[in-house]
C-alpha cells in the first residue's frame, strides 16, 4: 500500500465528508421505499433516481473508507526547503512561450487547478519534486512537450486550497 499525502485539513475534509454521507444514507433508503411504494418499477423515474443516488453515495462512501488509511497526514506549517516537495508552491516559466505558472503541489485528494494546485502525482507535479529554483523540467502534454524553467519555490500553508 503506497501512501497518499494530504494536510491535516485535507484529511479533516475527507472524515467530514464521509461522516456526512453516512448520514444521507437513511434517507436514499427511505426514498427508495417510498418510490417502490408507487408501484411499477419499470417506469418509474424515482426510485431509478433513488437507486442511482444510492449507487453515486456508496461508491463515494467506500472510495473514502479505502483511501483514509493510506494517507499520510502532512502539517504544512512546518515545510520549508530550497526543493520542490508536496506542500510547495512552485513558479514556473514556459521556455518557450514565456507563460509564468504558479502550482502548489498537493496530494490528488485535495489538488484543485481552479483554485492554483495539483496533484504531486500529476505529470507536472512528478517532474516537479526534487527540483530546485533554476532547474528545468520537460513534461509531455497534449499539444507536445514543454520545458518549463522553476523560477520561485516558497511554502505558504494556505496557498491551494
Request: overall charge negative.
Amino acid at each position: 500500500m503506497s501512501e497518499i499525502p494530504i494536510s491535516r485539513q485535507g484529511f479533516k475534509k475527507l472524515e467530514e465528508e464521509l461522516e456526512q454521507l453516512k448520514k444521507e444514507r437513511p434517507e436514499v433508503i427511505q426514498a427508495i421505499k417510498e418510490a417502490r411504494e408507487e408501484g411499477d418499477l419499470r417506469e418509474n423515474a424515482g426510485y431509478d433516481a433513488a437507486k442511482d443516488r444510492q449507487g453515486m453515495l456508496e461508491a463515494r462512501i467506500n472510495y473514502i473508507e479505502s483511501r483514509l488509511p493510506q494517507c499520510c497526514v502532512i502539517d504544512r506549517e512546518e515545510l520549508d526547503g530550497d526543493k520542490v516537495i508536496y506542500g510547495a508552491t512552485v513558479e514556473i516559466e514556459d521556455v518557450d512561450t514565456g507563460d509564468v505558472k504558479t502550482w502548489t503541489l498537493l496530494g490528488p485528494d485535495e489538488a484543485d487547478h481552479t483554485k492554483g494546485s495539483i496533484s504531486v502525482f500529476s505529470p507536472v507535479g512528478k517532474a516537479l519534486i526534487g527540483k530546485e529554483v533554476g532547474d528545468e523540467i520537460v513534461v509531455d502534454a497534449p499539444r507536445g512537450r514543454i520545458t518549463y524553467e522553476i523560477s520561485d519555490i516558497n511554502f505558504d500553508p494556505n496557498a491551494g486550497c
